[in-house]
């Protein structure tokens, strides 16, 4: 059994959705972000950084084994259950390129924008501008991609697709201009694993 420890937040979702993929058991804890529930000790034990989402996996080796980062946990429940990530060499390379293309060159960007917009005072809107720019550039070259493959790292639904979706989906308006990126997220969203792993820990 694997306990999560998540929000509703797009880093948490993408480690839900790959539990409702994998057909783990799985238990939800909701950590209340903006009660500070992630600085009391008995979290800051399980991440000291003090940041959702955490599993503790009661079923492996070294067990419980502690795991937090988002994309971490996506390749270690992976690897544990063998779905979701391709056999050889190059297409499980394929599959890490776009992963940390989107964790690491948009995730980045787009929460450094949210930022500028949202939480500085004043606000940079001139900045947030700058990087809003970048972010389209990115979400064109994924328009690209997907013009001529299913998903992201090629012919197979991978965690690729799973790190990618959470932060795209909901932002209809800003994204129309993308047809492929549009129908990527439409295909991804029709999977009733995606369906469910998006409402947690909100299951109500
Ligand atoms: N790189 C980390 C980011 C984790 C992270 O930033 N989590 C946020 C929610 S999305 C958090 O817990 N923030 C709480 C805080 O900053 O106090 C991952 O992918 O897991």
């Not at 306990?3 to 539990?19: C, E, H, K």
């Not at 690491?104 to 947030?128: C, M, N």
């Not at 328009?143 to 992201?152: C, R, S, T, Y």
């Not at 990527?184 to 694993?193: D, E, G, K, S, V």
């Amino acid at each position: 059994m694997i306990d999560l420890y998540t929000a509703s937040t797009f880093n948490g979702q993408r480690v839900s959705i790959m539990l409702e993929e994998t057909g783990l058991d799985y238990s939800v804890h909701d950590i209340n972000l903006v009660k500070g529930e992630q600085r009391h000790p008995d979290f800051l034990r399980l991440n000291p950084s003090g940041r959702i989402p955490v599993i503790v996996d009661h079923d492996a080796s070294d067990k419980p084994f502690v795991l937090t980062q988002s994309v971490a946990i996506l390749h270690y429940l992976a690897e544990k259950t063998g779905k979701l990530l391709p056999d050889s060499l190059i297409a499980r390379a394929r599959v890490y390129e776009w992963m940390n293309f989107h964790a690491i060159d948009i995730g980045s960007v787009l929460f450094s924008a949210f930022y500028l917009e949202k939480r500085v005072t004043p606000p940079q809107p001139e900045a947030a501008e700058i990087l809003r720019k970048r972010i389209h550039e990115l979400y064109q070259h994924f328009d690209q991609q997907l013009a001529h493959q299913d998903f992201l790292a090629g012919s197979s639904y991978s965690i690729a697709d799973v790190t990618t979706f959470p932060a795209l989906f909901g932002q209809e308006q800003e994204l129309k201009d993308y047809q492929h990126l549009n129908r990527w997220l439409q295909q991804l969203n029709n999977r009733p694993a995606v369906k469910r792993g998006m409402r947690v820990p909100n299951l109500g």
